[in-house]
């Protein structure tokens, strides 16, 4: 089938098996390789994606789906290659180990803080609780999102702080 939809900001217009999983048209047709590939069973996290800028896995996504849909990868997330400072402080907070795990927190962590520039540490925990991480233990990774949360007082552009 045909399906008309956008990819990291670019309209395409694509013939795909409609049966295909997002994941693998992504990994295996277009060589996008940012998204990680592990449980394929939605348990782990490690496929996460945006679909109309929310957090989905797309190991559960199939291409006949996504007619009309905006889906953005973590390869999207960029400007001129630069890291996004949501990004960075997993950087400066050392959170990162192997770094299987962790496109897909990003992914989930952007959406989070668009969503709400100063979750606590409670919020942070349940967004991440569909993540699993088998190296950091989790608590760098809640440090390295809380530590671009914004303060009350600058709630309205949390975008621009976390996606640059
Ligand atoms: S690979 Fe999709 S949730 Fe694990
Ligand atoms: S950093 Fe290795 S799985 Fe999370």
């Not at 277009?30 to 998204?35: M, N, S």
């Not at 299987?100 to 349940?126: H, K, Q, V, W």
Request: proline share 5%; aromatic share 4%; hydrophobic share 35%.
């Amino acid at each position: 089938m045909i399906i008309e939809w956008s990819l990291n900001g670019s309209p395409l217009r694509s013939e795909v098996n409609p049966f295909r999983r997002l994941l693998d048209y992504l990994r295996g047709d277009l060589k996008l390789l940012g998204t990680k590939e592990g449980c394929r069973e939605g348990k782990c996290g490690a496929c996460t994606m945006w679909v109309n800028a929310e957090p989905v896995n797309a190991c559960l996504i199939l291409m006949g789906q996504l007619h009309g849909k905006e889906v953005t990868t973590i390869e999207g997330l960029n400007e001129k290659d630069r890291f996004t400072p949501l990004q960075e402080s997993f950087l400066t907070s050392s959170a990162i180990e192997c770094g299987f795990c962790i496109p897909g927190m990003i992914m989930s962590g952007t959406a989070l803080l668009d969503e709400n520039p100063n979750p606590n540490r409670l919020e942070i925990r349940t967004t991440l609780k569909g993540h699993l991480c088998a190296c950091t233990g989790y608590q760098k990774i809640l440090d390295a999102i809380e530590g671009v949360a914004l303060p009350p007082a600058s709630e309205g552009s949390a975008r621009m702080r976390v996606r640059k």
